[in-house]
């Protein structure tokens, strides 16, 4: 979050505010705030534990023409803000702007991403569009509507990911969404070590996917190909005796077949 607080304070366009939602016990954040509240406009609101629940909170205190939702744990180069803010001012316009995810070494983090820019899609969103790096017009956020607070880290149930991805299929029903490759986020790759924690996450990670799948009717064809990745590597790894990833692998996919179900 510090880090977070300090890149954002460097960014060469200054007309934004932002809107901290704490989900913590207690208020660990408050030196934080105090040392930046003073620097930007900042909000400070609490909500109930839930991703969704957090950013449905910050949206309806929103006042800026465009929205993003950037995580505790990213961060922005200094020009990221003038150059969200400068695509939305090109003719035609997008409603919507994504880009790319990549960790402190420029590689790609917290998923493959397209290397080619373009409309995004209900079969390309998988690969060109990921929560904090993602730009809107507060008004195609308000006809969106909310978040879908039953997805999400901390929602209470099995769906642990995956909500933004339902954020965008249901904008692309109305909206136009745009994905620049070279629109760049950072954020550390949680796969660079895989953790007891993270392939305990896997599971519901998968879940959350494949809830996403079945909610907007994905074709079987489809279903069958994103099973058949993590088996895949369940099999690769375990092969070469890699068993955390291949466990990893295993609890994704057990998890995606019972979000698709």
């Not at 922005?76 to 994504?98: K, M, W």
């Not at 402190?104 to 290397?115: H, I, K, L, T, W």
């Not at 954020?187 to 896997?202: E, S």
């Not at 994103?226 to 092969?239: D, E, I, K, N, Q």
């Amino acid at each position: 979050m510090e880090r977070f607080l300090e890149k954002l304070d460097l960014q060469t366009y200054r007309n934004f505010e932002l809107i901290l939602v704490d989900q913590n016990d207690g208020d660990p954040l408050r030196p934080l705030i105090e040392k930046y509240k003073n620097r930007f406009p900042l909000l400070h609101l609490r909500s109930e534990r839930g991703l969704s629940r957090a950013r449905n909170v910050g949206m309806r205190r929103a006042t800026g023409d465009l929205v993003a939702f950037p995580d505790d744990d990213c961060w922005y180069a200094p020009g990221v803000l003038e150059q969200a803010v400068g695509y939305f001012r090109r003719e035609p316009a997008p409603d919507v702007v994504t880009g790319r995810s990549v960790d402190e070494r420029g590689e790609d983090a917290a998923g493959s991403f397209d290397p080619e820019e373009g409309y995004v899609d209900k079969m390309n969103v998988w690969n060109r569009a990921i929560s904090f790096t993602i730009f809107l017009k507060k008004e195609v956020a308000d006809d969106i509507g909310d978040f879908d607070e039953e997805i999400g880290v901390g929602a209470g149930s099995i769906y642990l990911s995956g909500e933004e991805t339902d954020y965008v299929l249901r904008a692309l029903k109305r909206f136009k969404v745009y994905y620049y490759p070279e629109f760049i986020v950072y954020h550390a790759n949680p796969l660079r070590q895989i953790t007891p924690q993270i392939i305990a996450r896997a599971y519901k990670y998968g879940c959350g996917f494949g809830r996403v799948v079945s909610k907007h009717d994905y074709p079987i064809a489809f279903k069958l190909r994103m099973l058949a990745r993590p088996l895949a590597g369940t099999m690769v790894y375990g092969t070469v005796g890699q068993f955390s990833r291949s466990k990893y692998y295993w609890n994704s996919f057990r998890g995606r077949l019972r979000g698709m179900l």
